[in-house]
């Protein structure tokens, strides 16, 4: 049984960075997709950054650039490196796991493809 837990959040100003973390426990197993999500108050949960068990990653092309999600050596941790903050980036942030490998075309098509996910950290950026 795989579970997640975010952390990193806070409130900054525009133009500056947050570094978020995902622990994971349980085994992912040897075929598998992690995500990063987000969701806007009134706006859907969007998907933002993805990877998969090959280490192929995917950006939204909203924070393409900007962001990098990225996996420690020992697999029990994921990241999202946010940089260059906009206000449109204020959200609550999500990590997701799944035991399913994703060609990283298809990683962000559908939140439903993602059977755990964390409790959420709330990231606000300031103007």
Not at 89 to 115: G, Q
Request: charged share 15%; with cysteine; net charge neutral.
């Amino acid at each position: 049984q795989v579970q997640l837990a975010e952390s990193g959040g806070g409130s900054v100003q525009s133009g500056g960075s947050l570094k978020l973390s995902c622990v994971i426990s349980g085994n992912l197993g040897e075929r598998y997709s992690l995500a990063w999500f987000r969701q806007a108050p009134g706006k859907e949960r969007e998907g933002i950054a993805g990877l998969n068990n090959r280490g192929d990653t995917t950006y939204a092309q909203s924070v393409k650039g900007r962001f990098t999600i990225s996996q420690d050596g020992a697999k029990n941790t994921m990241y999202l490196q946010m940089t260059s903050l906009k206000p449109e980036d204020t959200a609550m942030y999500y990590c997701a796991s799944t035991p399913t490998y994703f060609h990283p075309d298809y990683i962000l098509f559908s939140e439903k493809n993602f059977p755990t996910w964390g409790q959420g950290t709330q990231v606000s950026v300031s103007s």
